[in-house]
């Protein structure tokens, strides 16, 4: 199976532009994440959606914003890019939180830097 | 003071020996724990998942949990130079939120 898929692979972005970074996964997972990886910070949530519908911010939401119209995707845009967005970001599933077994998989990230 | 700790390393061990990591939290109310395995350039993959005090093996990982001590670690037998990668620990918060808060991580580097 694929897992999680995230698209596009690396991005070169004009600061004040818009984007969006998609991610999907094919495991029937209710819960999906946002993170974003920066040396010296490790991971740090974005945003999360628990079930499709529902949405919530993690530690560094600002500037970023999801949906989650249904199980499979959940993706992230941000509205107009500035240099501090530049980033590796990986997009999670698990399959239901609250549960004794939520291990969260990650698809293959997106490296993004914003001129 | 970090929800969850990690000596950043980079901790060196000869090939065939035994690896130790380390992780502390501090959310009493933690009871989900994780170790990741990331090599550069790639995605965090998941490698252990303990919920329980004491240890849980699977194959060359053994994970340790003490919730008294809010500490959990990784052993690595037989370690082998396939093995040098960064390892993120990930603590489940207590609260109704569920989120994973991670470690930055510890650098292994296995020498041949």
């Known amino acids: 199976t694929a897992g999680i898929t995230q698209a596009p692979t690396s991005q070169i972005l004009a600061a004040g532009r818009s984007m969006t970074l998609r991610c999907t996964q094919d495991?029937?997972?209710?819960?999906m994440y946002w993170y974003r990886q920066d040396l010296g910070l490790g991971l740090r949530l974005i945003h999360y959606?628990?079930?499709?519908?529902?949405?919530g911010k993690g530690e560094v939401p600002d500037g970023y914003s999801v949906s989650r119209a249904n199980t499979d995707d959940f993706p992230l845009t941000l509205a107009s890019a500035v240099p501090s967005q530049t980033s590796v970001y990986f997009c999670?599933?698990?399959?239901?939180?609250?549960?004794?077994?939520?291990?969260?998989?990650f698809g293959p990230g997106t490296r993004l830097t914003v001129t | 003071q970090k929800e969850v700790e990690q000596n950043s390393g980079p901790l060196s061990v000869p090939e065939g020996a035994i690896a130790s990591l380390n992780c502390t939290y501090s959310?009493?109310?933690?009871?989900?724990f994780f170790w990741y395995r990331q090599y550069s350039g790639k995605s965090p993959e998941l490698i252990m998942s303990?919920?329980?005090?004491g240890d849980k093996e699977d194959g060359r990982f053994t994970a340790q949990l003490n919730k008294a001590s809010q500490y959990v670690s990784l052993l690595i037998r037989d370690s082998q130079p396939s093995d040098s990668a960064t390892y993120l620990c990930?603590?489940?918060?207590?609260?109704?939120?569920?989120?994973?808060?991670f470690g930055s991580g510890t650098r292994l580097l296995v020498r041949p």
């Open positions: 999670a599933s698990s399959p239901q939180p609250g549960t004794g077994e939520n291990e969260q998989y």
């Open positions: 495991m029937r997972h209710n819960a």
């Open positions: 959606s628990n079930t499709a519908g529902t949405t």
């Open positions: 959310d009493r109310g933690s009871q989900s």
């Open positions: 303990i919920y329980s005090n």
């Open positions: 990930a603590v489940q918060r207590g609260d109704s939120s569920y989120k994973l808060i």
